[in-house]
């Protein structure tokens, strides 16, 4: 799993960059779990984990889970975008969305060649 966090942190890395923004608060965790409840059963990508004070209920913590069996079974194209989809709730704050772009739940925008990345970066970049 060692692989697989180093390549996350790297796209976490070039989603800082391309969006500008701060990630520190976003650490990312590989998960072995085949089911977690609330994730769509057994068969869940990815989530952002929001951790709250037990008194003040103020948001102290987030955490952005991958389901190590989902991530080895990805294209690299998707790999990155699973990732720029978690940073985007979790950097971003942004919601879902239903057209097909990165902010898309549960289906992949991204052609397998990667020829429209570039232009879903921008649109995500002009949601901010
Ligand atoms: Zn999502």
Known sequence: MAEAALLALLYAQQFSVQLNTPINMCPIEFSREACMSGQH??????????????????????K???????????????RKELMYHELGHCALNLKHVSTID????????????GSNWDELVERMKATQ
């Not at 059963?41 to 987030?62: G, I, S």
């Not at 989902?70 to 194209?77: G, T």
């Open 64 to 78: 952005i889970i991958i389901n190590y069996n989902h991530w080895v079974k990805l294209d690299p194209v998707h």
């Open 41 to 62: 059963e057994c068969d869940w990508h990815a989530f952002v984990q929001n951790t709250y004070h037990p008194v003040t209920r103020e948001l102290t913590t987030k």
């Open 102 to 113: 990165i902010m898309r739940p549960r289906v992949y925008s991204t052609h397998k060649d």
